[in-house]
């Protein structure tokens, strides 16, 4: 089981936090991450450090975002879909949490949304939400990463992307 430290930043779920401080509970007697959400520091959560539930990770490494970063070239798109099981393909892959599947749903709605531009169609909402919410989990946990806010993480993998093919 990870043991976490005070101002170390955490996955909980989907969400980056900052651990605030550990405390034991007195009703309970048991002890407690006291988590603040980057996006929004008027929120805290309490997280028992037993972590039974699994929903507390580590931030992925520069090494690993590095590595993900120069793997987003042979990264695929969902192949062969139909509007009808999109959404149910869209859901499994963001709810796995893994890096890869965030990409992959980046790329595969950035090209359908693309192709339906060029040919003078209306964007489908279905795909810029779930456009939105993968970069938001995967951009939010990388500009932590870095050292970055979003925006300049976005860019910056963009950028880097961009050289590698």
Do not use: W
């Not at 407690?32 to 580590?58: A, C, H, Q, R, W």
């Not at 339906?116 to 909402?125: D, P, V």
């Not at 989990?137 to 300049?152: G, H, P, Q």
Request: aromatic share 10%; charged share 35%.
């Amino acid at each position: 089981m990870t043991k976490f430290k005070v101002n170390e930043y955490v996955l909980y779920k989907k969400d980056i936090c900052i651990i605030k401080d550990i405390k034991i509970n007195k009703i309970n007697n048991k002890e407690y991450y006291i988590l603040e959400l980057v996006e929004d520091k008027s929120l805290t959560i309490d997280v028992p450090t037993d972590n039974k539930m699994g929903y507390l990770k580590k931030i992925i490494s520069q090494e690993e975002a590095n590595n993900l970063i120069n793997n987003i070239p042979n990264i695929n798109i969902i192949e062969n879909i139909d509007d009808k099981n999109i959404e149910k393909i869209y859901k499994e892959l963001l709810n796995r949490g893994n890096h890869d599947d965030l990409v992959k749903i980046i790329k595969t709605t950035y090209l359908r949304n693309e192709n339906r531009k060029n040919n003078n169609k209306k964007i489908s909402e279905k795909d810029l939400n779930y456009f939105k919410q993968a970069e938001k989990y995967l951009y939010n946990e990388l500009a932590v990463c870095f050292k970055m806010d979003f925006n300049e993480c976005k860019d910056y993998i963009i950028n880097k992307v961009k050289e590698l093919v």
